[in-house]
């Protein structure tokens, strides 16, 4: 029979088998699936102190005889936490492969790293791993079986439903507080029986974890302080980078640091974690959190061809009004009343011309049918030149099936008199009379450093 206590507690610590089942056991009901070796299949490790179970950090200590254990009452708060979380499978984050991403690193410890780690897996086996060759999971999920691949003229993409991106930024985010309060060494008092030193600390990633109190004058002399960390969760963010070239900021000393002081500015809820900026007019917008970073980034077939998916009804339907505002944070777009070229285009295809997209019968009515995309020629320098073709691909009515074909400025144009109507305090912070100082062409924009692969436009 499972030991399930060590201690004789209700609270106390249970052995690290009994806290695999447990937690399977507690999440076999929930939308997110779940692995049963949570607490004792790599990356997760009871000598680093501490396991990641969904997003919240939970603390290990040793409980004589050799055994590991952990707190029976954190392992049921983990799964409560996760059963509470509803995913939507039909909304999808590309999660790879993407072009010009850098090589994931073969660190070999335990930290998350939940983007390289899948990155690795789909890049050396060509695709997920099943059954007993299933390598690790990600801070106790399951994130094979909800793993979407698609296929698109003989090259492959894999997609994750964005509950699961933002559950495992999280829990991301929550082991980089925890290890930035605990105290040096703090595994080698785990490792003795102690409590780890930021016990305390393990709760809902929606914040920093604060650094654990100051040792008492009866604990061990040689505990040191522990190293300078953030104690207030994240504020929200205000204008503080406005008119900011990203490619100054970006080299900033300690810039990832103070940008994970803030929250999203989009969303307002998660911690953010990359800077994001304007890669046309070369400004930064805001720090973002990774789902809204994902969220926003137009998906590329060709470097001047975007598929225009369901995620735009959120990008200039629902949440038109947060979205046009922050774009609007780049200086350039906001002097010029305009979007970035891809997401014009998208407006351009997704709006403008919306009652041309062609429909069919549904078990609800009528649904627009085939894949919408848009493609230009020409840049935003040369307007006079620069022409959208919308189109629909896979349409009944045709194989590829072009819609309209739109000139820049016109695309403008209408999207200025949208805008005014869709947003008005947008608009009227925006116009042509706050052009000055603005280059005339586009600075050139670094890469970003801490997007692997996934800077915005």
């Avoid at 974890?209 to 040191?224: F, K, T």
């Avoid at 900033?252 to 500015?265: H, M, N, Y």
């Avoid at 994902?294 to 200039?316: G, I, K, M, Q, S």
Wanted: charged share 25%.
């Amino acid at each position: 029979m499972t030991e399930l206590a060590v201690t004789g507690r209700a609270d106390g610590p249970i052995t690290l088998d009994a806290a695999d089942a447990l937690w399977a056991a507690l999440t076999a009901g929930g939308d997110v699936p779940t692995v049963s070796g949570a607490v004792t299949r790599p990356p997760a490790s009871a000598r680093t102190g501490y396991v990641l179970l969904g997003s919240r950090v939970v603390t290990t200590v040793a409980v004589g005889g050799g055994r590991w254990g952990v707190p029976e009452r954190e392992v049921r708060l983990a799964a409560a936490e996760l059963n509470a979380v509803g995913m939507d499978r039909r909304d999808l984050v590309r999660v790879g492969p993407f072009r010009e991403a850098p090589e994931p690193e073969r660190d070999g410890g335990t930290a998350l790293r939940w983007r390289r780690r899948v990155a690795e897996e789909l890049r050396e086996r060509g695709g997920p791993r099943h059954g007993a060759e299933r390598p690790c999971h990600l801070a106790g999920v399951d994130w094979r079986q909800v793993l979407v691949e698609r296929t698109r003229d003989g090259a492959r993409t894999w997609w994750l439903p964005r509950t699961v991106v933002r559950l495992l930024d999280a829990a991301e985010h929550a082991e980089t507080g925890w290890l930035r309060a605990a105290r040096p060494g703090g595994a080698g008092a785990a490792a003795a029986g102690q409590p780890s030193a930021a016990r305390s600390t393990a709760r809902s990633t929606a914040q920093i974890p604060a650094p654990a109190p100051a040792p008492s004058p009866g604990e061990a002399g040689d505990r040191r302080a522990a190293p300078e960390a953030p104690t207030a969760p994240p504020r929200p963010y205000g204008r503080e980078f406005e008119g900011r070239p990203y490619s100054v900021l970006s080299r900033k000393p300690g810039i990832s640091r103070q940008v994970a002081e803030w929250l999203c500015a989009v969303c307002r809820e998660a911690p953010a974690t990359v800077l994001d900026h304007c890669h046309e007019h070369g400004y930064v917008r805001a720090p973002v959190c990774q789902s809204c970073n994902t969220r926003e980034r137009p998906d590329h077939l060709y470097a001047d061809d975007v598929r225009v998916a369901n995620r735009y009804t959120r990008l200039f339907g629902t949440g038109a009004g947060d979205w046009l505002r922050h774009w609007h944070r780049c200086t350039g777009c906001r002097a010029r009343t305009v979007l970035p070229l891809p997401h014009l285009a998208a407006w351009t295809a997704f709006i403008a011309c919306r009652s041309l997209r062609p429909t069919h019968r549904a078990a609800r009515g009528r649904e627009p049918c085939g894949d919408l995309r848009v493609s230009w020629t020409g840049s935003q320098n040369t307007p006079r030149t620069c022409l959208f073709t919308v189109a629909v691909d896979f349409c009944p009515a045709g194989e590829h099936r072009v819609l309209a074909r739109v000139p820049y400025r016109e695309a403008a144009e209408r999207f200025r008199g949208w805008l005014a109507e869709t947003a008005p305090a947008v608009a009227a912070a925006a116009g042509p009379d706050r052009v000055d100082g603005l280059p005339e062409r586009p600075r050139p924009v670094v890469a970003d450093p801490g997007g692997e692969g996934l800077g915005l436009f």
